[in-house]
């Protein structure tokens, strides 16, 4: 009869949980001299990768109600980071997509933030860190909440 796997003290999940605040923490503060937050520093992420979300699309990417994704877009509107128009196949849709000054604002976010990726990973390498991503990913994926199996 198989043995079920030793549980791990502390649970992963606690671990994961602290990581993610002290992430969190440290882009709030890597992204703020640029007038940004987490929520809208995720959202230009986001919207490089896949412009022409709506705003309830990208609300459940950044994990924030579609009434803060409203006040986010706003402000990255008022700031010049992004650009709205209506979607072709829906005229009361509005589709999001990065202006240039967004693409240098988030190039910018990026590589502070890379940086301290890699200062957190620094005991890996490549190989260990990709294993690492596919863990995570697989992991979120199993849990329901995005991504797909890599």
């Known amino acids: 009869m198989a043995s079920e796997p030793r549980v791990i003290s502390p649970h992963v999940g606690y671990v994961i949980g602290r ?3 002290a992430i969190r923490k440290e882009i709030g503060a890597l992204v703020a001299p640029f007038g940004l937050t987490v929520p809208k520093y995720t959202a230009l992420s986001i919207l490089r990768d896949r412009p022409g ?3 309830a699309q990208l609300a459940r990417r950044v994990y924030v109600t579609p009434q803060s994704m409203a006040e986010v877009l706003n402000a990255l509107e008022a700031d010049g980071y992004i650009v709205r128009s209506p979607a072709a196949n829906h005229g009361r849709v509005l589709e999001v997509s ?3 000054r967004g693409r240098e604002v988030l190039a910018a976010c990026d590589r502070a933030v890379n940086h301290m990726e890699n200062a957190m990973l620094a ?5 260990g860190r990709e294993q690492l991503l596919e863990a995570l990913v697989n992991a ?3 849990l329901g909440a995005g991504f797909g199996p890599r």
């Open 98 to 100: 990065l202006s240039e």
């Open 123 to 127: 005991d890996l390498d490549e190989a």
């Open 19 to 21: 990581l993610d605040r």
């Open 53 to 55: 979300l709506s705003n």
């Open 140 to 142: 979120v994926y199993r």
